[in-house]
């Protein structure tokens, strides 16, 4: 079996479950919604974007999944085998694949390996918690300012005119984060640009005022763990 790179120690014990590497292409679906979930995933290079596809059309990213990320996690021990969400790749790279059955099956007689991973699924439940709350209560200017927060977190290195966000992201990705229209985003990115909180050159978002952004949606201060979109 080809070598697995290392991931957050969080979940290292996984290592011992992976059963293959499998490359992944960008532009396609390691897996759909609705489709046989026989596999959970640990990505070793590359990027996923994992989303759900609202009633009415429009696509919900709920994360983007980098290097030592674990997918897929949604249908554990869960009588459905059918995937709940959808993983597209934004970025090409590989991933290390776990059989289901047999990660169940190890969760069920190592103690360390599921109290590492009760740990692990707790911080994601509070990401997605804080997500939906920032949805719910500040409605889409709240969604977009707090996905600006969050991908500022995620990929953003500080220069001297502010925070450029290295990994470049359309408007209709954005929207994606927002689970609203490309117009409204539009709309909205327009009007912090010409206040001067943000700036974009070739897709790069470089934001000039965080602070004022964090006023805007009466920020907590969440650690920095819980407000990332990975």
């Not at 709309?187 to 909180?197: N, P, Q, T, Y």
Request: charged share 25%.
């Amino acid at each position: 079996m080809q070598s697995v790179k290392e991931m957050p120690v969080t979940l290292s014990r996984l290592f011992e479950t992976v059963h293959h590497i499998k490359k992944m292409e960008k532009g396609t679906f390691l897996f759909r919604e609705g489709s046989q979930a026989d596999e959970m995933y640990i990505v070793q290079s590359g990027i996923l974007q994992v989303s759900k596809i609202i009633p009415d059309g429009r696509e919900l990213t709920i994360r983007m999944c980098s290097k030592g990320d674990f997918v897929g996690e949604l249908n554990l021990f869960s009588p459905s085998s059918r995937y709940l969400l959808s993983a597209r790749v934004a970025e090409s790279g590989e991933v290390a694949v776990i059989m289901k059955d047999v990660l169940e099956e190890k969760l069920s007689q190592d103690l360390a390996l599921s109290f590492e991973f009760i740990q692990w699924m707790s911080l994601q439940f509070r990401k997605t918690q804080t997500k939906f709350r920032d949805l719910v209560l500040h409605g889409k200017k709240g969604a977009l300012y707090s996905t600006l927060i969050r991908i500022s977190n995620s990929y953003g290195i500080r220069t001297t005119k502010g925070i450029l966000v290295e990994l470049p992201f359309t408007n209709q990705e954005l929207a994606n984060f927002c689970g609203t229209s490309r117009e409204v985003v539009n709309r909205l990115l327009s009007e912090l640009r010409k206040s001067g909180i943000i700036s974009i050159d070739k897709g790069s978002i470089t934001i000039h005022d965080l602070d004022y952004i964090k006023k805007e949606i009466d920020c907590e201060d969440c650690p920095v763990e819980i407000c990332k979109v990975d």
